[in-house]
């Protein structure tokens, strides 16, 4: 596969083809392997990565940090309270700043805008470690583990409960369009996806030969192969804690839900969970459950972006 991504920012997947998307899957693959293998080949070695933090991160933060260490580079983490990005100095001063010093630049915050800010002015490339309308890196490690479990991509019935108009759904819905799954959103139907985002992933999805979907109806997990939910209530949307509760507890995703779907059918979160609100303990649990290898694989997946974008002569 001929895939150059040298110097390319990481900002949405709708800026990346299938070919790309599969490209940096089999790199992270690869990488992965080596790892278990204890085969270390210092792609980024002597070079420093900004890791900008407005929201607080698990698996994001630790899956840069042991990228970076993995491959050579030296990660610097600077949260909202250590530099002044979007508060004494604007965002492309910021950017210009670090873009001087660091080879690339991680974001993980609320606006898009920023993020893409950051990529416009740095000169380095930018990769978006969640925004408050995109979460390109979870997909990739979604798509990882979709990918290990059914040996494929395409074809793959991809049905996400919950909040259908968040970060976490709409990533998926992109990366699904793009890689010719068939995405389906069940949620209530005021929190559907919004339409403009439909209906661009319902050409791409005609393109690559998948489709998105939309339903209110919990009957609808039927046929499944990947059952995929997040929290109820993201980062910043406290103040909805009562009325997210209202309208979603009827999209928990319970043992019933998991029959429903299929006998084959494997669980997905992105995490943090909230045991009890979107997904029973029992479903979290249990075999189907894959979570933790998603976990993991954000970790290779984010190497996957950083060598690719970072490293000119990476081959395997």
Not at 98 to 120: C, H, N, P, W
Not at 148 to 162: A, D, P, S
Not at 180 to 207: H, M, R
Not at 222 to 242: C, F, I, P, R
Request: net charge negative; charged share 25%; hydrophobic share 40%.
């Amino acid at each position: 596969m001929s895939v150059n991504l040298y110097k390319r920012n990481f900002l949405t997947l709708k800026d990346f083809t299938e070919d790309e998307i599969l490209y940096l899957l089999s790199l992270a693959k690869d990488l992965k392997a080596k790892k278990k293998h204890g085969i270390f080949e210092k792609n980024l070695a002597n070079m420093n990565i900004a890791l900008i933090f407005e929201k607080n991160s698990t698996r994001t933060r630790c899956a840069f940090v042991v990228a970076c260490n993995d491959e050579g580079a030296c990660p610097e983490f600077l949260s909202k309270s250590d530099i002044h990005l979007g508060g004494k100095e604007d965002s492309k001063d910021t950017a210009r700043v670090l873009g001087r010093m660091f080879d690339g630049i991680e974001f993980r915050g609320y606006s898009q805008e920023t993020v893409e800010v950051l990529a416009k002015y740095s000169g380095v490339p930018v990769w978006n470690g969640l925004t408050d309308v995109d979460h390109p890196t979870q997909v990739l490690a979604d798509f990882m583990t979709i990918q290990e479990n059914f040996g494929k991509l395409k074809g793959i019935n991809l049905t996400y409960v919950g909040d259908g108009r968040n970060n976490m759904s709409n990533a998926l819905m992109i990366g699904s369009s793009k890689c010719g799954l068939n995405y389906k959103v069940i949620s209530p139907k005021e929190l559907f996806p919004e339409q403009a985002l439909t209906d661009e992933c319902g050409k791409w999805a005609k393109e690559s030969g998948g489709s998105v979907t939309v339903t209110d109806d919990m009957a609808d997990v039927k046929g499944s192969d990947v059952l995929y939910t997040d929290v109820w209530v993201s980062m910043g949307e406290e103040a909805q804690k009562a009325e997210r509760y209202k309208l979603l507890t009827p999209y928990r995703v319970t043992s019933e839900a998991m029959k429903t779907a299929g006998s084959e059918v494997v669980f997905m979160h992105c995490l943090p969970a909230v045991k009890g609100d979107e997904v029973t303990e029992e479903v979290f649990e249990s075999p189907a459950s894959v979570v933790f290898d998603e976990a993991e694989n954000r970790m290779h997946t984010i190497k996957a972006v950083m060598v690719a974008t970072l490293s000119r002569n990476y081959s395997f």
